[in-house]
């Protein structure tokens, strides 16, 4: 019955309850039956109706205080699945303190203690019980629990930042659990997408999440499949914001149907977040309503999600104009060492947010910097180029906030410092700034000319830890270094950079820093399009009346894109230069400089970054 049960058979598990209650079973043995019963209730959608019934097992007359101790465990887990976690937690204490001499049920209830600390956020005892639970698993001989311990562990890794660990331990587990049922295959595969959304790799997470929830689905396994809905939610809120509150409402209606209210906040909660960007009344409302759930949350033992909801909300009291209130709500909160890496990083990018809306722009870039700091710490524990490169999704509204307000303070040295910093941070070079320091680094190759092996594999043995963190780096140099390295070159540096609203370009010579305002951003688009679509087709083979409108209409394009974002530069220079190092935002890096007419005379080089040239 235990088995059939485990295996989601439950018609059949209860059936074989009923022929072995019939048989008059002893009282420790009725209790157990119980117990399973109860599991199978739970499952089936009544979690308050399976503790009542664990409960009553607990209380019969005369059994055993092991007896007591695993219907302790299965309350334990019958109140974690339905997310009572208050219940849960003094159930499975008492479980694991009765349980010293059955290391099988050890194993299973210190599997599931750690399941519900990681979820409440209190990582390092759920780490210390779900090494516990694979010494037990292995002393009983149960290699499948000692995987679905490892598998836990490696769950956690991945909450510290600690991506390699995470997916060879995930990998290791994926081997064991993978072949028993389509449903262990299942859960891998969800785990194995949140890892990859960690990673800042939301489009190849969405194709398990879809497979592992259909396979839910099939399984009758609402309660999982709506924990892949949810996760499939978050990474759509990264690449396809308009279809991500459908899904969580589907999450939702699962979790409630599910009997498990709890988990049906934490959908509530996340799509509360898309309410909060709302302007006026309906952004008002949304603001009320997740102080409110905020408190549930916290009262349901969820803090994480609770700080999460707040921190939302503390960037939309900002948004909607009251800036004290802001700024207090965010005071309020702390940000905790044990907190995942990203909701970290959430706390640097809600605090440089207010402070940018609210004016006080050095404030926001000493909050962007901190909040890069622990990103780029994060990429440079990684050798390969491709994780580095993905991890740096978690900086992207970082780096907005971190430009606007730059360009905000007029600043030049400040603007081309985080040119400089989103151009390294976002490029597949290696990054260009070392944790702590907001600075100009000069570029330096690295010693090591080990192959890394591709990413696309994603696996735990594919991705690799970085262990010569200097030679990755570069060495840091200032302002000075970088003119006099100017003069030796005879050269000058024109850095552009651009919001969605403005273009501006820092000009750096020998002798001056100076930061040009080259006007509004869009109306340049169509120039660029066009411009774009005559190079195309000057590439063909045209008869020669076309070749000549094509020509023309280049020239045309090109004198009105040098007139926005050439002119006044030169204007600055005074005169042209004889060499031009040139860092530009993709969609003007791409430009054909030498083409234009006062550039024809200038040896002109194109970098990713300063730290490439």
């Known amino acids: 019955a235990v088995a059939l049960a485990n295996d989601g058979r439950h018609g059949r598990a209860l059936a074989m309850l009923d022929r072995a209650h019939a048989r008059g079973p002893d009282p420790d043995t009725a209790a157990l039956m119980i117990g399973t019963r109860a599991y199978v209730m739970a499952e089936r959608g009544d979690p308050a109706g399976a503790q009542d019934l664990c409960r009553q097992g ?14 302790a465990g299965q309350l334990g887990l019958v109140a974690l699945r339905g997310g ?21 049920r050890l194993g299973q209830v210190l599997l599931n203690r750690g399941t519900l600390a990681m979820q409440q956020g209190h990582n390092p005892p759920a780490e210390a019980d779900f090494l516990r639970a694979m010494t037990a698993f292995e002393e009983a001989g149960d290699a499948v629990g000692r995987a679905k311990a490892q598998h836990n562990a490696g769950y956690l890794a991945q909450l510290r930042g600690d991506l390699i660990p995470a997916l060879r331990a995930m990998d290791a587990a994926r081997e064991v659990l993978t072949p028993l049922s389509a449903m262990m295959a299942a859960v891998g595969e969800g785990d194995r997408a949140v890892l990859l959304l960690a990673a800042g790799m939301p489009r190849e997470a969405i194709g398990l999440l879809e497979s592992a929830s259909a396979a839910a689905g099939r399984a009758g396994q609402r309660q999982f499949q709506a924990e892949f809905e949810l996760t499939l939610a978050r990474t759509l809120a990264l690449t396809d914001p308009a279809a991500a509150p459908a899904v969580a409402r589907r999450a939702m209606r699962r979790y409630r149907a599910a009997g498990n209210p709890n988990a049906a906040l934490t959908a509530e909660a996340f799509l509360l977040r898309f309410d909060l960007e709302r302007q006026g009344r309906r952004g008002v409302e949304a603001l009320v309503a997740a102080d409110a759930l905020a408190v549930r949350l916290a009262e349901a033992k969820n803090a994480e999600g609770a700080r999460e909801l707040r921190r939302h909300a503390a960037r939309a009291a900002a948004r909607l104009g009251d800036f004290p209130a802001a700024t207090a709500r965010l005071r309020s909160l702390r940000v905790l060492p044990s907190e995942p890496l990203p909701a970290r990083v959430l706390h640097h990018e809600v605090s440089a947010d207010i402070a940018a809306r609210s004016g006080r722009h050095r404030v926001a870039l000493r909050h962007a910097t901190l909040g890069v700091d622990l990103v780029t710490a994060w990429q440079l524990r990684y050798e390969d180029i491709d994780l580095r490169t993905s991890l740096a999704l978690h900086t992207r509204r970082l780096l907005v906030t971190g430009i606007t307000s730059a360009l905000a303070l007029g600043d030049p040295v400040q603007v081309l410092t985080w040119a400089e910093l989103t151009r390294g941070v976002i490029s597949r070079t290696a990054p260009v700034r070392q944790p702590s320091h907001l600075e100009l680094q000069a570029h330096r190759g690295s010693s090591d000319t080990r192959p890394l092996r591709p990413l696309a594999q994603t696996s735990g043995f594919a991705w690799r830890a970085h262990e010569e963190t200097g030679s990755a780096t570069g060495s840091l140099t200032d302002l000075r270094q970088l003119q006099h390295a100017l003069a030796a070159q005879e050269a000058v540096l024109v850095s552009y950079v651009r919001t969605d609203e403005e273009l501006a370009a820092v000009v750096v010579t020998p002798q001056a820093i100076t930061l040009v305002r080259l006007g509004p951003w869009p109306p340049l688009l169509p120039l660029l399009a066009t411009l774009i679509a005559d190079l195309d087709m000057s590439a063909l083979t045209l008869s020669l009346e076309l070749e000549r409108a094509v020509a023309a209409s280049l020239t045309h394009e090109l004198a009105a894109i040098a007139e926005r974002v050439w002119e006044p530069v030169l204007a600055a220079l005074g005169q042209t230069p004889k060499r031009l190092v040139l860092t530009a935002p993709p969609a003007l890096s791409g430009l054909p400089w030498s083409l234009i007419p006062a550039l024809t005379e200038t040896a002109v080089s194109i970098p990713e970054t300063i730290a490439d040239w």
């Open 84 to 104: 009572d976690w208050k219940a849960a937690a003094p159930m499975l204490d008492l479980a694991a303190r009765g349980l010293d001499h059955d290391p099988q």
């Open 58 to 71: 607990m209380e019969t007359p005369g059994i055993h205080r092991r007896t007591t101790a695993v219907l």
